[in-house]
């Protein structure tokens, strides 16, 4: 008790300590474990990087070989689960089919509802994840197109292994184009972790109450829906298309983002906690011009985006705001340009952030954080009679 201090939407509060992710909104700079995300993104393999976030340090040849041997040994899914997807209806999103299918689990593995179990039994349950989550996403993006499911092929790389499973048929192998891998392992890099966001401190408050992993890994997926977080980057190539089929008239929207009696916002501008710029929205422009180049791809999409960041950014109401084009605004260019459909972007996003989810998690446990539970201060009625409802 004592006294509360209300602070909406946590703009100043701090939940914890943590030693993940180090951002500075102020300069643009964002580290994981102290490496920074320029380098990761150029060097590093995405398995690479999600041993640094969930153990704390890039691996040796050794450890490496052993995370992804383990990781590759966890990647089929039950049998059972495919006749969950048959239920779904044929327009289910995906990120609404993942969230249940990473619960569900859960459902699969019982021992990681135990939270005295043993550290290689918690080592496990994050291999199955990493394992599985490219599984289960290629899986409902294949039920979305009432397509076959393709098994996971165990000699491709992870992120190879994905687009396999997107994009081959049973009657045609697909061979995954160097461009589009590299481009992907970038992506999912840029994306793996990215402090007490949304979707991080729902898995850390989910996971405080000892829930299992599972069951925080989809309160986390099912944050990061929202247009407001991970779901932007759908919104973005949704909102592209929307002023383009209307005519292209750039001024008519902007203006229309900055009206406040109307509820359209430029999605992919802004960000709680960068106001210069958003350090791997400059890694995603670039990549998205280099692969559209190297794919022979021409999307006047990417046009328009451009031409609309330079109008934002000279346009006092931005500039005052501090807003600026985020990690989502040419995400979706580029996941277009390796014909990723539209409603797998968020996927894509939570791919990328597993790791993130998975050390933020693995951190608050170790750190043996209490159960996260804020206060209020209470504005409703006083204390008043019941009264019997023939009498209301
Ligand atoms: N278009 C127009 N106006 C905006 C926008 C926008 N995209 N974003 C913020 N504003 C205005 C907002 O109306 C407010 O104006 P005023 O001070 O006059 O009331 C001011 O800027 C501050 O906005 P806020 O909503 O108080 O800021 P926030 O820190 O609560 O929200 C945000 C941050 C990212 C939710 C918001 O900028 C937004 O809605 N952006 C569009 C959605 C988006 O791109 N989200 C992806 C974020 S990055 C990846 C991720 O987190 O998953």
Redesign the pocket.
């Known amino acids: 008790t004592g006294y509360i201090t209300i602070d909406p939407?946590f703009?100043n509060t701090g939940s914890t300590q943590s030693a993940i992710t180090y951002l500075d909104g102020e300069n643009g700079i964002l580290r994981y474990r102290g490496y920074p995300i320029e380098q990761l993104a150029e060097k590093a393999t995405f398995l690479e990087v999600a041993y640094l976030l969930i153990y704390g340090e890039l691996p040796t040849q050794t450890e490496l070989k052993d995370f992804k041997e383990s990781i590759t040994n966890h990647t089929l899914v039950h049998e059972d689960m495919k006749q969950f997807f048959e239920a779904y209806p044929s327009q289910a999103h995906p990120m609404g089919v993942l969230a249940s299918m990473v619960v569900s689990l859960s459902t699969f593995y019982p021992e990681s509802q135990d939270p005295n179990r043993s550290s290689e039994a918690v080592d496990l349950t994050i291999h199955r994840l990493l394992a599985k989550l490219p599984t289960l996403a290629a899986m409902s993006y294949k039920n979305a197109v009432r397509h076959p499911f393709i098994y996971p092929k165990n000699e491709l790389g992870y992120v190879e292994n994905f687009l396999n499973m997107m994009f081959a048929m049973p009657t045609e192998d697909y061979k995954p184009n160097s461009v589009v891998a590299s481009a992907l392992n970038k992506l999912l890099i840029l994306h793996a972790d990215?402090e007490q966001?949304?979707?991080a401190s729902t898995v850390r408050i989910v996971g405080s109450s000892q829930a299992n992993l599972y069951a925080s890994i989809s309160a986390g997926i099912s944050a990061?829906w929202g247009?407001?977080?991970?779901?932007?980057?759908q919104?973005?190539i949704e909102m592209l298309d929307k002023i383009q089929a209307d005519g292209g008239d750039l001024d008519k929207w902007i203006a229309k983002?900055?009206d406040?009696n109307d509820p359209?916002?430029?999605?992919?501008?802004?960000?709680?906690?960068?106001k210069n710029f958003?350090p791997r929205a400059k890694i995603i422009k670039k990549a998205a011009d280099d692969v559209l180049e190297q794919l022979g791809v021409q999307d006047p999409a990417l046009d328009l985006a451009k031409k609309m960041e330079k109008i934002a950014l000279e346009d006092p109401?931005?500039v005052e705001?501090?807003?600026y084009p985020?990690?989502?605004?040419y995400s979706g260019i580029i996941y277009k340009a390796l014909e990723i459909p539209s409603e797998m972007f968020t996927v894509m996003?939570a791919l990328g952030r597993l790791p993130g989810w998975i050390a933020q998690w693995k951190e608050m446990i170790e750190n043996k954080e209490p159960i996260g539970r804020p206060r209020q201060i209470y504005t409703g009625a006083n204390e008043r009679d019941y009264v019997s409802i023939e009498k209301r």
Not at 264 to 274: D, K, P, Q, T
Request: one cysteine or more; a positive charge.
């Open positions: 939407g703009k990215h966001n949304c979707s990061l247009p407001l977080h991970g779901g932007a980057n919104a973005v983002a900055k406040k359209f916002r430029l999605m992919g501008f802004g960000h709680r906690v960068y958003d109401y931005f705001r501090g807003l985020n990690v989502d605004f996003f």
